[in-house]
C-alpha cells in the first residue's frame, strides 16, 4: 500500500508542474532576433570588408608582378620599338624589343574568350609567359623622347572574381642599360 501511496504522489506532482508556454517561447524567439539582427549585419559587412581587402591585395600582387616581369623583360634590351594598335610610337599598347638575337614582344591578348585581357610575353613569335590572367584592363608604354633609356609602363588591373573589386593603376619607369 505504500508503494501504491508514493506512485499517486508522483502522478499530482508531474500533473502541478507545467511546461513553457507558447506567449513564453514566442517572446524568447522575439528577444533572440532583436539580438541576432545587429550581429549578423555586422557579420555581413565584415565579409564585404574582407572581399574587398582580398581584391585589393590580388591586385596589387598581380600589378607589381606584372610591372617586376615586364622591367626584367626589357632592362637588358638593345632595340626597343613602342607601338599602338594605331601604329603611332607614344604612348602605346605593345612593346617589340630584342634581347641578343632573340625578337621579343609584349602585347595583351583580346581574341580569345579564355585568355581575354592577359599580358603575353613571346620569344621569336612563341608564347612564352601569360601575365595577369584575365585581370588585364590596359597597358601603356610611354618612352621618354629625350632621355631615349627611360621607359614608362603604367598598368591597370581590375580582379573581376571578387564582386567590387577595385581597379589598381600602378606604373614604373625602367632604365634601360643597353640603349
Known sequence: MLQLWGTAMSIRKMQNQSGISLVEVIIGMAIMLIIMAPISNSLNASIKSYQYNMAQNQNITSTRDCLNTIADELRYATAISVLSSTGSTL?????????????????????????????????????????????????????????????????????ASYANSPTMTSSTNVIMQNM
Do not use: C, H, M, W
Request: proline share 3%.
Open 91 to 159: 604612348p602605346g599598347t605593345q612593346i617589340s624589343y630584342t634581347v641578343g638575337t632573340q625578337s621579343r614582344t609584349i602585347d595583351t591578348v583580346i581574341d580569345t574568350p579564355a585568355t581575354s585581357n592577359t599580358l603575353v610575353i613571346a620569344y621569336d613569335g612563341a608564347v612564352q609567359k601569360q601575365i595577369a590572367l584575365s585581370n588585364l584592363q590596359s597597358i601603356t608604354f610611354t618612352r621618354n623622347t629625350i632621355t631615349r633609356e627611360k621607359l614608362t609602363i603604367s598598368v591597370q588591373l581590375n580582379n
